[in-house]
């Protein structure tokens, strides 16, 4: 089976709504990012979160390692923050590999 | 600012040719990776690279080749296109290999008919 789990597979939201998006592993990790995948293009790291919560503007993402979750949340969302949204593990292995999952797939419509 | 070039951006290829992708990188980085990128399946690593002249295995390396000259570039390439090879092709670098963030290429989108 899939070793990251993502949830919802797509979300669609009015402009100013808040948003969660949340990402389970099913094996043991060290450290995971969220990455922002925009419509076609290439992907940008977003959180390079290991464990415990980070803030950067309306994003919040919080990890919690033991429990092998983490969450992303947008509030007050925009249109530009449409997209994909893609969490990925790193195993917890003598190989430094990330493991990903299939993303969320947000659309923020006016 | 860390760049990841990658070429061509898109390519059609005819079942049983021969494709190469190439990656460059600006970023003076260690580890390079080959990832492909499927709807529904995320992004699944293909080789990476931790030194120039060497090349490892990912998750799914059947049908795929890797190398690395230097430093700053990593081929991947694909001996006999098959039609499930049909993908968009993601390279990236990291600093190391672990804890590091990834820098992403563009992406090529390649088709094989």
């Known amino acids: 089976g899939q070793q990251v789990q993502q949830s919802p597979t797509s979300l669609v939201l009015q402009e100013g709504e808040n948003a969660e998006l949340q990402c389970n592993f099913s094996?043991?990790?060290?450290?995971m990012q969220w990455f922002y995948q925009r419509p076609g293009g290439s992907l940008v790291s977003v959180f390079y979160n290991p464990s415990g919560t980070k803030q950067s503007g309306r994003l919040t993402s919080t990890t919690v390692i033991k429990e092998r979750r983490s969450s992303l949340h947008i509030s007050s969302s925009q249109i530009t923050d449409s997209g994909t949204y893609l969490c990925a593990m790193e195993r917890d292995t003598g190989n430094y590999k990330y493991v990903f999952g299939a993303g969320t797939r947000l659309k923020v419509i006016a | 600012e860390a760049a990841v070039t990658q070429s061509p951006r898109s390519k059609v290829a005819v079942t049983g040719g021969k494709v190469t992708l190439s990656c460059h990188q600006t970023n003076n980085h260690d580890y390079m990776y080959w990832y492909r990128q499927d709807t529904g399946h995320g992004l699944r690593l293909i080789h990476y690279s931790y030194v120039a002249d060497s090349t490892e295995k990912g998750d799914i390396p059947d049908g795929y080749k890797a190398s690395r000259p230097s430093q700053e570039n990593f081929s991947l390439i694909l001996e006999l296109a098959s039609l499930s090879q049909t993908a968009v092709y993601f390279c990236?670098?990291?600093?190391?290999?672990?804890?590091?963030?990834?820098?992403f290429g563009s992406g090529t989108r390649l088709t094989v008919l």
């Open positions: 990236a670098s990291s600093l190391g290999g672990g804890a590091e963030t990834l820098y």
């Open positions: 094996t043991s990790l060290n450290s």
